[in-house]
Antibody, heavy 123, light 111 residues
Framework: QVQLQESGPGLVKPSQTLSLTCTVS??????????WSWIRQPAGKGLEWIGR???????NYNPSLKSPVIISVDTSKNQFSLKLSSVTAADTAVYYC???????????????WGKGTTVTVSS | QSVLTQPPSVSGAPGQRVTISCTGS?????????VHWYQQLAGTAPKLLIY???NRPSGVPDRFSGSKSGTSASLAITGLQAEDEADYYC???????????FGGGTKLTVL
């Protein structure tokens, strides 16, 4: 059974880069057929999709995000990562990584989630 | 302001039936993209509840059901139980944004 675990600093200073890693266990990132995604949730608020990466390395990001985003994958470590640059207090949130599956390669849904990690942006 | 609109809260007594709506537009639900639903219990990660408008993953009780029509979708919960008290989110794809979108979430209170 595939499991995901987020890791990274819990505190980031404003204007710096937020870096998180999601480690996949119980399955291989390179097996194909899935998107690997990041979602965040500010305290007391709803879910916000950040971006996704396919096994091939193809990426898509939420155009509404104010901070530049890069998602990358390291198949040798079975990990994928998130980098959010020039962060502000508005980027303070619980960050989740998730696997997305599909019925027909058109619509995708997040069927496996990590437990989430809290990141606070503060000086 | 979320692309998909959900009521902020709904409530019901144990045993009752409640529905949660998710309203979109012609660039997401109305364009034919599937709607998926997630349940988030307090202090935990979201969990997939319904995928592809009306499919339940293994382990999800058949008290939960989903439907879609036009630019909207609905999640219905019958035989309400105390353990159903949670936040519920709908999710779809939006062609204008070229990405996934979530509803703002609905807090279900079991009275």
């Amino acid at each position: 059974q595939v499991q995901l675990q987020e890791s990274g600093p819990g505190l980031v200073k404003p204007s710096q880069t937020l870096s998180l890693t999601c480690t996949v266990s119980g399955g291989s990132l390179s097996s194909g057929g899935y998107y690997w995604s990041w979602i965040r949730q500010p305290a007391g608020k709803g879910l916000e999709w950040i971006g996704r990466i396919y096994t091939s390395g193809s990426t898509n990001y939420n155009p509404s995000l104010k901070s530049p985003v890069i998602i990358s994958v390291d198949t040798s470590k079975n990990q994928f990562s998130l980098k959010l640059s020039s962060v502000t207090a508005a980027d303070t949130a619980v960050y989740y990584c998730a696997r997305a599956s599909t019925l027909r390669y058109v619509d995708w849904y997040m069927d496996v989630w990590g437990k989430g990690t809290t990141v606070t942006v503060s000086s | 302001q979320s692309v998909l609109t959900q009521p902020p809260s709904v409530s019901g007594a144990p045993g009752q039936r409640v529905t949660i709506s998710c309203t979109g537009s012609s660039s997401n639900i109305g364009a034919g993209y599937d709607v998926h639903w997630y349940q988030q219990l307090a202090g935990t990660a979201p969990k997939l509840l319904i995928y592809g408008n009306s499919n339940r993953p293994s382990g999800v009780p058949d008290r939960f059901s989903g439907s879609k029509s036009g630019t909207s979708a609905s999640l219905a919960i019958t035989g309400l139980q105390a353990e159903d008290e949670a936040d519920y989110y709908c999710q779809s794809y939006d062609s204008s944004l070229s990405g996934w979108v979530f509803g703002g979430g609905t807090k279900l209170t079991v009275l």
